[in-house]
C-alpha cells in the first residue's frame, strides 16, 4: 500500500464533463448533474482508507444528498491486477454499506485523469455552477491514529456549499491508497 496525498488542484476549475458505467452497468452521464452542487468521491472497495471512512461516508452521502448535494462515487483502480475493486464486487460493497449515490466504473481511468485523482479517497466538491470549491480529506481520522471518524472537513465545505458560500478555511489533503493505474 502506497500511501498517497491528494493532488489538490486548483480552485475554480469546471467539473470535468464524464460518462460511466455504474456498478450494473447503467451509463451515467455528469450532464445530468445540471444546477445542483456536487461531490465526486474517488473511491475503491480493497483501500483501507476508503474502508475506515466508508460507515460514515456513507451516512454522510445520505444526509448531504437529502439536502440537495449530488454525491457520486468513481473506482478508478484497474481492477483486472486488484479483482476486489471489479464492478460485481462494487455492487456486493453499494448493497454492504447501503450507499445511496452512483457508484461508477471507470475502467479506462480517463476521468480519473481528468480530475487529476490520485488517492483513494480523494474528494472533489463543486457549486451549483460546477466550478470546484474544496477538495481535500473527511476529516483528520487515518487507521490507526485512534481519532475518531467523522467526516468534519467534507461536511464543514458541503454545508457552506448547500448555503450558496464559499466554504471557510484551509483545505487538507486527503491521503490514502494510490490510484492502482493500468500499465
Known amino acids: 500500500m502506497a500511501l498517497t496525498p491528494s493532488t489538490m488542484v486548483e480552485l475554480g476549475r469546471p467539473l470535468p464533463a464524464f460518462s460511466l458505467p455504474d456498478a450494473r452497468g447503467t451509463r451515467f452521464d455528469s450532464a445530468d448533474l445540471a444546477d445542483a452542487p456536487v461531490l ?3 473511491i475503491c472497495n480493497h483501500c483501507p482508507y476508503v474502508k475506515h ?3 460514515v ?5 445520505r444526509e448531504l444528498t437529502e439536502q440537495g448535494l449530488a454525491v457520486v462515487a468513481i473506482n478508478s483502480n484497474d481492477w483486472t491486477r ?3 475493486d471489479a464492478p460485481d464486487k ?3 460493497e453499494i ?18 485523469r481528468a480530475f487529476e485523482a490520485a488517492c483513494t479517497p480523494d474528494f472533489f466538491l463543486y ?8 477538495r481535500g480529506q473527511f476529516d483528520d481520522s487515518r487507521p490507526g491514529n485512534e481519532i475518531p471518524v467523522t467526516g468534519k472537513d ?3 465545505a458541503a454545508r457552506a456549499v448547500l448555503a450558496g458560500r464559499t466554504p471557510d478555511g484551509e483545505q487538507h489533503p486527503s491521503i490514502g491508497c494510490n490510484i492502482k493505474w493500468r500499465v
Open 53 to 55: 471512512i466508508a460507515t
Open 90 to 92: 462494487m455492487r456486493a
Open 95 to 112: 448493497l454492504a454499506r447501503d450507499y445511496v449515490f452512483p457508484y461508477l466504473a471507470d475502467e479506462s481511468q480517463e476521468v480519473a
Open 57 to 61: 461516508f456513507s451516512a454522510l452521502a
Open 40 to 42: 465526486v468521491a474517488f
Open 127 to 134: 457549486d451549483k455552477s460546477h466550478r470546484l470549491v474544496w
Open 154 to 156: 467534507l461536511r464543514d
Open 82 to 84: 486488484h479483482p476486489d
